[in-house]
Each structure stands twice: as C-alpha cells, then as structure tokens.
C-alpha cells in the first residue's frame, strides 16, 4: 500500500523538478520530435484520444497546442460520459478494433480490468525515460501508479484530495462557523442543521467512512485472497448512509436514481437542494458556469470530514485521469508524445475544467486556484478556503495496490448499499453478502 501527501511544499518541489527536466530535454530533442534508440523521430500522422472531460473544459485546447508545437500531426479528442454506461462504450469500443489510440481512465480498479483484457500498452520503459515521471514508474517508492506483474501501463494526469463543498449562504443563516477540522459525526451533525424536511437535504452523502478509516486497499484483506467487508468501518459508513437518509440529512436514494444524480450531482447543489457535497474538484467548472447553473450563493471548500479530533484519516480523493496507450495502436510515437505533452502542460490547460495537475510545472498555488476558480473567482468562491483545503493542508490520498476483481467489486459494492438505501435489503446481511460474494470473485480472478 502506498500514499500520496498533497501540500504547497509538494506542489512547489514538483514545479522544481518540471523545470529541470525542461531545462534537460531541450538539448536531447527539437520540437516535433521525441528520442529514442536511433535518436529523434519525427512525429506525424494522426490519432484519436478518447477521454470524459468535455472537450471546452480544457482538451481541445490542449490537443490544439500539441498540433501547433508538432506541424504535420493531427489529434482528434472525442468525450465519453465517465459514468457505467460510458466506461461500457470504451471498453466496447477498445475491444471491438475501434481507431482510438490514446484513452483515459478515472480509477485504478477499471484500469485494472482493461489491463486484464489486453487493451493497454505497456509504458514501463517509456515512462521510465522521462524523469518528471519518475515517481509513476513501476519501482517507485511509495507506489503512484497501477502496477501489474512489475509493469506500468498509464499515467495518472491528476492528484486532487476529495473535499466538501458547501452552500456558505445555508451554513450562515443556520449560524455555523465552517469548520476547519472535523469528525463523521460532526459533519451529521451540521447536516441536520442545514436540512429543511421535504425542501432541503443537508447534503447530499455522506461522508466516506470506510476508506478514510481503513487507507489504501480497504477492500482486501492483508494477504489480498480474500475481501475485507467484515471490518466496523464498512458497517460505520452503512450506518452513516441508512441514519443520514432516515432523517433527511442526506438525499434519498429513491430520489437520486429516479433523477440520475449519481452522475449528474451537479444539479442539487446548485439548485439549493443540498446544502453540502463530498467530491472531487470536477464540480467547479459547473459551480463556475453562471449562464448554465445559475444561483447567487458563494461556494466554500471544507476539509473531508476525519476519524476523530486528532485523526483526519485518509483523503479519498484521485491519483487519476489516467493517460494510457492502444495496445493496438498504430502510431505508439505520437501516442506517447501527445501523453508527456499533456502531463506537462495539464496545469496550463486542464486546471480550468477541475482537474488539478499531477505535474504543476511552474505554476503556484495561486496561479492554479485563478485557473481552477475562474475570473469571478471572489464573487463565486470563497477563495481562501480552497487555497488551505487544497495546497495548505496535509492530504494523505490513497493509493491502492490490490485489485483483484476491483471493477466487479465495485458494481456489488454499488448494487448491496443502493438495496439497503431502498430497503429491500437489510443493514445488518450487507457485510455477510458482500463479503460472500467478494470473496468468491476474488477466488475466480486468481
């Protein structure tokens, strides 16, 4: 198991190492071209990159500037939706000889699958060539990537903590001081003050207990031969879901799959629904986007709710957007060039969609909060707390190394609570059941 710690210390030695490695590759290669064993290669030719960040929110710019710097090439970006029905269409697409030579993947269990199935390159000596890279290699200590039989086979273009994001107009009138430290309960408990039964939920989930409690590889015992859904974390973050639901300190579950709101969550925060959200940053570009969403309340950033008063537990948040290569591909050379070009340049162009780069280069703390935040920044957010929820606190995230049936874990992980949460199941078979069934796809992967 390994983690990631996410601070202004870590942002700044990673803009460091950028511009060393800058300052090293401009004597190895000239523009347009990439080295390898018979020195540089002239790109050319075209590719299709498949990816779920909509091409406004930062791709198409980007893509735009690879062809500008790289004369003679073409990359075509097309969006698929990161939701089942999505991920189904990629992998569907991948399997079934469709021309896509670059595509991404948000999490490391369902890159696991594709890996499995023979869809991805593997990078590991590529990766192992670019220095700026060297912490995603597949010996790096602590791990940051998906490792497979000693392989690499992707690249994670994002590291970004979960936070909460809150309603700062709702805490006000409900007179609550936002929190710059709290537990699960604490979080409850605000909840319930922020609720008005039958017009406004508290927030719309609740807090991530398990992962936060348990760490990397929460799901699998030590060994990794057997599932670990037997652990009080996992009945803690139950329990959480049915009591916060029970007294509509959180939406309902009825209510969020009727509306499809486990992918468009956007909409009750914005709508005043909700008064809070555990999420990632990827929700700032529809808070940001005033003619599409528009409301009047000011957002604020709070700290992902910990074990207790002296244990803020593990960040859940990603080590993602993960950039891999078509085992089938016909151009590995600009398929590889458009992915260290993105690596590099992600702050510039992708911070502004919500994804917070893996590789700063040289931009500060500030310069990535006015791109993430946008120019309205004042009148939308509250500014300072995002700076010290993002880069002035200390988030331990998650890495996880196990894997073993991850992607069919996750479906029955999804299934079980949303039987709970609708009651036709009850609270005290879900650990039995999962468990049960966990073990026995973990038995079947081998």
Request: glycine fraction near 8%; charge should be neutral.
């Amino acid at each position: 198991m390994s983690d990631t710690f996410v601070n202004r210390r870590s942002l700044i030695a990673g803009a460091g190492a950028a511009a060393a490695l800058a300052a090293c590759s401009s004597t190895t290669s000239e523009p347009g071209q990439m080295p390898s064993a018979s020195g540089p290669v002239k790109l050319s030719g075209s590719i299709n990159v498949w990816g779920g960040v909509p091409p406004e929110n930062g791709p198409k710019e980007l893509c735009d500037a690879f062809m500008a710097a790289n004369t003679g090439t073409t990359v075509t970006y097309t969006r698929f939706v990161n939701d089942e029905q999505g991920n189904l269409k990629l992998d569907t697409s991948l399997q079934g000889g469709t021309d896509i030579d670059v595509f991404t993947t948000y999490s490391m269990a369902l890159l696991a699958k594709r890996i499995g199935a023979g869809l991805g390159m593997d990078l590991t000596q590529r990766i192992a060539s670019v220095p700026e890279l060297a912490a995603y290699k597949a010996d790096a200590n602590p791990i940051q990537n998906y490792v497979a039989g000693g392989k690499v086979y992707g690249v994670p273009a994002q590291t970004s903590p979960t936070v909460v994001l809150a309603n700062l107009d709702m805490l006000k009138a409900a007179g609550i001081t936002p929190p710059t430290k709290w537990t699960f309960d604490e979080y409850r408990e605000v909840a319930r003050k922020l609720s008005q039964p039958g017009k406004v939920s508290g927030s719309f989930n609740a807090p991530f207990a398990a992962r936060t409690i348990l760490g990397p590889d929460a799901w699998y015992a030590k060994d990794g031969k057997s599932s670990n859904f037997t652990d009080p974390a996992f009945r803690k973050e139950l329990d959480l879901q049915v009591g916060m639901q029970g007294e509509q300190s959180a939406m309902d579950m009825k209510t969020i799959l009727a509306e499809k709101l486990q992918v468009y969550t956007q909409g009750p925060f914005l709508q005043g629904r909700v008064g809070m959200i555990n999420t990632q940053l990827f929700l700032v570009r529809y808070i940001s986007d005033l003619k599409q969403f528009p409301h009047t309340f000011k957002t604020i950033a709070l700290p992902q709710p910990g074990v207790s008063a002296s244990d803020d537990g593990w960040n859940v948040g990603a080590v993602g957007d993960i950039l891999s290569i078509n085992s089938k591909t016909q151009n590995p050379e600009l398929s590889w060039a458009l992915i260290v070009f993105w690596m590099k340049n992600a702050a510039k162009y992708m911070t502004k969609g919500g994804r917070l780069p893996s590789l700063p280069g040289s931009e500060t703390p500030d310069s990535l909060l006015s791109q993430l935040l946008g120019a309205d920044m004042q009148n939308i957010y509250d500014v300072a707390s995002f700076k010290n929820v993002l880069f002035e606190r200390k988030n331990k995230i998650i890495v996880d190394t196990k894997f073993a049936a991850a992607a069919e874990i996750t479906t029955l992980n999804t299934q079980l609570t949303q039987e709970v949460l609708l009651g036709s199941r009850t609270p005290d078979s879900w650990a039995p059941e999962m468990k049960k069934q966990a073990d026995a796809a973990i038995s079947k992967a081998g």
